[in-house]
């Protein structure tokens, strides 16, 4: 929260808040505007969003899921605030045919796939499917290693619209060669897939990735705890110039909603998500989600912040003790600032409007 004793914009240089939790500012200034974003032919101009079945319900994945959460996307007002994604993670794939075709489980998915990719498609949303680039799923499920072509050839006739590639059971494999294959193979298919890389950020794919697919993991899995959502968020910095439309880090999926964090602790994982222009897959139970969780899940001007067609990933600008600032500049010139406390108890932090460019007189707002 800023200080209600501040000035008032206009003359002010400095601004002190005391914070307890991360306070998203935007400061639209008289800056000079900035150069336009890039247009680009990739189907992920800013970071996707949607929704991902894997950090709630794991192998737990069913047709009757899927439909009942494209079915919620709609009804929670999650679409219209631009989750546009249904994506099954591990587990819906149980063997391979003689001549190879990926088999679909038939107890879970007794429609197969195609009918369930249209049924996603007739709410206005997009479908998306996982796999492995090595030998079996982490899930120890069938990899696509040597069947990359025939198993995005497959993904394309369901009318997949997105698909998440792993790397367990990958040794001796290399990942920039691996991964070329099914960008190769998306190509190919003439569908325009977004190819999202998950392998941990083994062999540094933010140098790699930009010319393989459209978003590439940086870091081992996140989980429902502030410790571990924090390490995984803050580290990002160093990674930004590597980002940019179409090409995105990733620093995984949203724990938001799903209980292990406190209210600030989910404000702080939205918002730095948010400056970061990382990828929003929410990751939890939205059939049953609480009016708190929508809020912050829901927010429009930081999803905006996320989606700003700029596409630049936000960076740290200072830091001292559990403090920091990050700022990300947006298309209209101006800038979102993330004043964090990463500490215990409420500490004032200052704001110098000279430290990230900003001019004297500059107008703030908390989103
Ligand atoms: C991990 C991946 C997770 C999830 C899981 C499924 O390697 O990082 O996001 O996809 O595999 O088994």
């Given at each position: 929260?800023?200080?209600?004793?501040?000035?008032?914009?206009?003359?002010?240089?400095?601004?002190?808040?005391?914070?307890?939790?991360?306070?998203?500012?935007?400061?639209?200034?008289?800056?000079?505007?900035a150069?336009p974003?890039q247009?680009?032919?990739?189907?992920?101009?800013?970071?996707?969003?949607?929704w991902?079945?894997?950090?709630?319900?794991?192998?737990?994945?069913?047709?009757?899921l899927?439909?009942?959460?494209?079915d919620?996307?709609?009804?929670?007002?999650?679409?219209?605030?631009?989750?546009?994604?249904?994506?099954?993670d591990?587990?819906?794939?149980?063997?391979r045919?003689?001549?190879?075709?990926?088999?679909?489980?038939?107890e879970?998915?007794?429609n197969?796939?195609k009918?369930?990719a249209?049924?996603?498609?007739?709410?206005?949303?997009?479908?998306?499917?996982?796999?492995?680039?090595?030998?079996?799923?982490?899930?120890?499920?069938?990899?696509?290693?040597?069947?990359?072509?025939?198993?995005?050839?497959?993904?394309?006739?369901?009318?997949?619209?997105?698909v998440?590639?792993?790397?367990?059971?990958?040794?001796?494999?290399?990942?920039?060669?691996?991964?070329?294959?099914?960008?190769?193979?998306?190509?190919?298919s003439g569908?325009?897939?977004?190819?999202?890389?998950?392998?941990?950020?083994?062999?540094?794919?933010?140098?790699?990735?930009p010319?393989?697919?459209?978003l590439?993991?940086?870091t081992g899995?996140?989980?429902?705890?502030?410790?571990?959502?924090?390490?995984?968020?803050?580290?990002?910095?160093?990674?930004?110039?590597?980002?940019?439309?179409?090409?995105?880090?990733?620093?995984?999926?949203l724990?938001?909603g799903?209980g292990?964090?406190?209210?600030?602790?989910?404000?702080?994982?939205?918002?730095?998500?948010?400056?970061?222009?990382?990828?929003?897959?929410?990751?939890n139970?939205?059939?049953?989600?609480?009016?708190?969780?929508?809020?912050?899940?829901?927010?429009?001007?930081?999803?905006?912040?996320?989606?700003?067609?700029?596409?630049?990933?936000g960076?740290?600008?200072?830091?001292?003790?559990?403090?920091?600032?990050?700022?990300?500049?947006?298309?209209?010139?101006?800038?979102?600032?993330?004043?964090?406390?990463r500490?215990?108890?409420?500490?004032?932090?200052?704001?110098?409007?000279n430290?990230?460019?900003?001019?004297?007189?500059?107008?703030?707002?908390?989103?």
């Open positions: 929260m800023v200080n209600p004793n501040t000035p008032a914009l206009g003359s002010c240089r400095l601004i002190s808040a005391l914070l307890s939790v991360l306070v998203l500012a935007l400061v639209a200034a008289a800056l000079p505007r150069t974003a247009a680009t032919p990739a189907a992920a101009a800013t970071p996707p969003m949607g991902n079945s894997w950090n709630k319900f794991g192998c737990n994945v069913s047709d009757k899927i439909r009942e959460i494209a919620a996307v709609v009804s929670t007002g999650m679409k219209d605030a631009g989750y546009r994604f249904v994506n099954i591990d587990c819906w794939q149980v063997s045919a003689a001549d190879g075709a990926i088999i679909v489980d038939p879970r998915f007794p197969g796939m009918p369930l249209d049924y996603v498609h007739s709410k206005g949303l997009k479908f998306g499917v996982y796999t492995d680039a090595g030998r079996m799923t982490c899930e120890k499920r069938p990899g696509s290693y040597e069947h990359e072509v025939q198993d995005i050839q497959t993904y394309a006739s369901w009318g997949v619209d997105y998440k590639i792993d790397w367990c059971y990958a040794e001796g494999l290399e990942p920039p060669v691996q991964y070329a294959k099914f960008r190769d193979a998306i190509a190919q569908r325009p897939i977004v190819f999202s890389i998950c392998n941990w950020g083994v062999k540094a794919p933010w140098t790699w990735g010319r393989t697919g459209n590439w993991r940086t899995d996140i989980s429902d705890h502030y410790d571990r959502m924090s390490v995984i968020g803050f580290s990002q910095d160093g990674l930004e110039k590597f980002a940019g439309p179409g090409h995105w880090n990733d620093p995984d999926m724990e938001l799903n292990g964090m406190k209210h600030d602790e989910y404000l702080t994982h939205m918002s730095l998500w948010a400056i970061l222009a990382a990828p929003l897959l929410a990751g139970d939205i059939r049953s989600m609480s009016d708190e969780t929508k809020s912050i899940l829901m927010n429009p001007e930081v999803i905006a912040i996320d989606q700003d067609a700029k596409g630049v990933q960076h740290r600008v200072w830091d001292e003790g559990p403090l920091e600032i990050w700022v990300k500049p947006l298309a209209d010139g101006s800038q979102a600032v993330g004043l964090f406390n500490g215990e108890s409420p500490l004032p932090v200052t704001l110098d409007f430290k990230i460019g900003a001019p004297s007189s500059a107008k703030l707002r908390d989103l």
